[in-house]
């Protein structure tokens, strides 16, 4: 510690302990550290027996993180803390700022004023009841058990930092589902999740089902991969999560042996999509939602003249053969009597792969425009591959 007089320091000091008195910190981030061994650190707010602390975890180039937990004094801690860093970042809910130091001893301090304005309005709560209100418009809260078991959430149901991204989509899958409950039963529902991986969805569509809608449930979810269904297995008997059953395999090969109601998938690779699609499709699944993830087989197989404008310029040709597959899809599912649409999943931000399709099967198709439809399928697919 450098133990150097610094009015800017005392100022963003004082700033965050206000801030933590407020409870509209978020996050601060640490870097630039004077301390050769060290890479960053971060200090978030955490809720320790009931009460409200602050946590600082400190990452080594060695690659291990130490944790600390200060309950009090929290403007005389954090000056001893600041005062080793040469950038401090500071995130609340009512807006950033941020604490340079450069080699040459200069400090500046960027965005205070606007904080310290807000506290002077007395806007500082509401802007912090929002903040909070916006979680609390999810269907899933972060305090359900299953997701503190997954690790999403922490002990006090904060999402932790690495998975923010992964809450919003579950919860935005779900609300998908709640956008189409009148098409699915009423008490008793078979859920499939193909190509389930850690099973975070899958969880979250189960509690959704069995604790929120308190309805009979029976999941089954199917992986390639051993170690992950293990896993799963065994955190689903910890929750008593007693319908849901875990299966390695390949989807190709699985026989599913209950009516599908709910097809569900998340980023199933490349092909494995077309494979989950098929599936429900063929065991005559009432809704399916799929969110696609990498596209390779029509960017590596396309052959097509007409189009050769977009196909030579590699980044377009991606994008066009992503578009013209997940059409492709639709048009498949469109032409096995299902009703198709491609919405969004979730902000393009979190992730490029934010397609949902969605397919709700017919009561009543029309076979003249079935046949119609699979020969308009069969034509495309032959022009794009130049057969
Ligand atoms: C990108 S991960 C997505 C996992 C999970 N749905 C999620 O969103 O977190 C894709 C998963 O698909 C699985 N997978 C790929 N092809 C498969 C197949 N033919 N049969 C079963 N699982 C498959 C992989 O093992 C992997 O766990």
Same mark, same amino acid.
């Not at 919003?168 to 078979?190: G, M, S, V």
């Not at 170690?227 to 299966?247: G, H, P, S, W």
């Not at 026989?255 to 980023?267: D, R």
């Not at 397919?359 to 591959?385: P, R, T």
């Given at each position: ?166 809450? @919003? !989509? ?10 189409? &409950?009148? #098409? $699915?039963?009423? *008490? ?128 377009? @040709? !991606? ?10 899809? &639709?048009? #498949? $599912?469109?032409? *096995? ?51």
């Amino acid at each position: 510690m450098r133990n150097v007089k610094s009015d800017i320091l005392d100022t963003l000091c004082s700033l965050v302990a206000l801030l933590i008195e407020k409870k509209a910190l978020k996050k601060i981030v640490l870097s630039k550290p004077d301390a050769i061994d060290e890479i960053k650190s971060v200090i978030v707010p955490k809720s320790i027996s009931g009460e409200y602390a602050i946590q600082i975890e400190t990452f080594s180039k060695d690659n291990k993180a130490y944790h600390r937990n200060i309950k009090n004094n929290f403007e005389k801690e954090l000056r001893n803390i600041f005062d080793g860093y040469g950038q401090i970042n500071v995130i609340s809910t009512v807006g950033d700022c941020q604490y340079m130091r450069a080699k040459s001893g200069k400090e500046t301090l960027i965005g205070d004023k606007k904080i310290k304005a807000k506290l002077l309005d007395g806007n500082i709560e509401a802007a912090t009841e929002n903040e909070n209100n916006k979680t609390k418009n999810y269907i899933l809260s972060g305090n359900e058990d299953f997701l503190k078991k997954l690790g999403i959430s922490d002990e006090t149901g904060r999402i932790r930092d690495k998975m923010q991204a992964k809450f @919003r !989509q579950i919860n935005r899958f779900i609300e998908h589902i709640e956008a189409i &409950l009148d #098409k $699915l039963p009423k *008490e008793n529902i078979n859920i499939y999740d193909l190509c389930c991986g850690k099973s975070y969805l899958s969880f979250a569509v189960y509690h959704y089902f069995k604790n929120i809608l308190k309805m009979n449930v029976h999941m089954i979810c199917v992986d390639l991969k051993s170690d992950v269904i293990e896993y799963c297995t065994n955190v689903a008997k910890r929750l008593d999560f007693n319908e849901m059953q875990f299966v390695c395999g390949d989807i190709i090969k699985y026989n599913m042996e209950l009516k599908p109601h709910l097809v569900i998938s998340l980023h199933a690779c490349d092909i494995a999509t077309d494979i989950v699609l098929n599936k429900a499709s063929e065991n005559g699944a009432d809704v399916i939602l799929s969110t696609p993830c990498c596209h390779h087989e029509l960017n590596h197989t396309i052959n097509c003249e007409t189009l050769s404008f977009v196909t030579k310029h590699s980044m377009l @040709r !991606q994008k066009m053969c992503d578009a013209l597959t997940d059409s492709l899809r &639709l048009l #498949k $599912l469109e032409s *096995e009597g299902y009703r198709v649409d491609a919405l969004e999943l979730i902000d393009p931000e979190d992730t490029p792969k934010n397609i949902m399709l969605r397919a709700i099967k017919k009561h009543k198709v029309n076979d003249e425009q079935q046949a119609e439809l699979k020969k308009q399928y069969e034509n495309i697919k032959n022009f794009l591959l130049g057969k």
